[in-house]
């Protein structure tokens, strides 16, 4: 993949206020840059998509903020759960001579000429597990997905696990080898199990959490404190200095 570029504006306004940014097309964000002070940066929302977009939690991005240059992986990024537009993102800044962890994403593939797996064709029914896998690796190292052959799952019970993936020496899998990617299942049996799970009893609104806070609330929150932090942060370098 090319490499992945973007470039930063200082930003002055932080907390609950960048709802005023979000409404001028900018997305607030967040640069950490190992135990110094953290930068609240924001760029325009396309360029920042689409960063995110090629880059995912896995893929180095040259990031140019002021005159400063940075290399860093996402962190997090926050999506608007009513909406998905992304809210608010975090950049980790990396070494290219020191180890990270990563999220990569885990792609089943198939035999030249199939779209699914045997136990698919045969009507029967392959639940996915997990599509990322954590690695340590050194940032240029990284990959931009691990492939896994789907063509084993045939019968019910049938499984695809961590063990079953490869990946170069560089790369180091970090998630459990027992830990389970895919597993097939007959199309009654999944059907039976959910409905043993169903049931209004001890249910919330998908739009609280438990303590009745929702979810924008709980995300902008969540902005609010890392913003905050990086401010004061700021604030207290400027007093040392």
């Known amino acids: 993949m090319d490499a992945i570029t973007l470039t930063l504006e200082p930003r002055e306004i932080t907390g609950k206020a960048v709802r005023r940014l979000r409404g001028q097309g900018m ?67 990396v070494k290219a001579n020191e180890k990270v962890t ?8 198939y035999d030249e000429g199939n779209d699914s797996s045997p136990a698919e ?19 240029n190292d990284l990959i931009d997905a691990i492939e896994v052959s789907g063509e084993s799952l045939v019968e019910v019970g049938d499984q695809l696990t961590i063990a079953d993936l490869k990946v170069p ?39 609280e959490n438990p303590e009745g806070e929702t979810v924008a609330d709980a995300a902008e929150n969540s902005e609010e404190n890392a913003d905050t932090a990086a401010a004061k942060a700021k604030e207290e370098g400027k007093q040392e200095s």
């Open 27 to 93: 997305v607030p964000a967040v640069i950490h840059d190992h135990g110094k002070s953290s930068i609240v940066v924001m760029a325009p929302y396309a360029e920042v998509f689409k960063a995110y977009q090629h880059a995912g939690k896995h893929h180095p991005i040259k990031l140019k903020a002021g005159s400063k240059n940075y290399t860093a992986l996402i962190k997090t990024a926050e999506f608007d759960p009513k909406k998905h537009l992304l809210r608010h993102i975090v950049f980790g800044a």
């Open 102 to 109: 990563a999220e990569i994403p885990v792609h089943i593939v």
């Open 121 to 139: 064709r045969a009507g029967l029914v392959v639940l996915t597990q997990a599509d990322v896998v954590e690695v340590e690796a050194l940032p």
């Open 169 to 207: 020496e560089t790369i180091t899998i970090k998630t459990e080898d027992n830990h389970t990617i895919a597993t097939v299942f007959e199309p009654s049996a999944l059907q039976a199990a959910n409905d043993d799970a169903g049931g209004d009893e001890g249910e919330t609104s998908e739009t």
